[in-house]
């Protein structure tokens, strides 16, 4: 499969998403191009390597940032690129980071803190160093999370860097 340059509505897409977090800058220094026409995959390239795709036709090529549909879904390569500011994001004890790790949810008594999101957001698991640890969808807004007991799963576990170890199919989990 080929890859070729995102057509209007799909670098539209993820523009949108990449200045949401703070990185429209990105683009300064990488191009964008989509592999797929079904799944379709989002590469980030140097401008230089980018003007010899065509001679070359490899079959993988940069870094896979995420997919491009309705919405661009970042891939956990696209959250260390791409995630400047702390939008969506939850910080997580070590406990919590150990258990996210392994596949399992987050619990309200793990969180140590927490940006303004929203019931059913995606939101960015990070550690106490501002790692992010992987995806996960929020089952209450940040809001609520002091009246919550601890044993409450708070954000539920999509996609986590324990996964490549496991050996598991990160996009079929969202």
């Known amino acids: 499969m080929a890859f070729r340059q995102p057509n209007n509505k799909e670098l539209k897409v993820i523009k949108k998403a990449i200045n ?10 990488y191009s ?5 026409s079904e799944k379709k995959e989002v590469y ?3 401008k230089e390597l980018c003007g010899m795709i065509a ?3 490899p079959y993988y090529v940069g870094v896979k940032i995420g997919e491009v549909g309705r919405r661009f879904r970042f891939s956990l390569e696209g959250t260390f690129w791409l995630l400047k500011n702390n939008r969506n994001r939850l910080w997580v004890n070590e406990r919590g980071e150990m258990l996210f790790l392994y596949g399992r949810d987050i619990f309200a008594g793990s969180v140590e803190k927490t940006t303004e999101f929203g019931e059913n ?10 790692d992010v640890l992987g ?3 929020s089952r209450y807004s940040s809001d609520k999370l002091d009246s919550l007991p601890e044993d409450r799963v708070f954000v539920e576990n999509l996609v986590d860097r324990g996964e490549y170890l496991r050996h598991q199919k990160t996009y079929l989990s969202f």
Do not use: T
Not at 32 to 36: E, T
Not at 121 to 130: D, L, M, Q
């Open 55 to 57: 001679e070359l036709n």
């Open 32 to 36: 964008i191009l989509i592999r797929g």
């Open 135 to 137: 995806i996960g969808r």
């Open 121 to 130: 957001s995606i939101v960015f698991v990070c550690n106490k160093h501002n």
């Open 20 to 29: 949401y977090f703070g990185s429209i800058d990105f683009l300064d220094k």
């Open 44 to 46: 980030a390239v140097s």
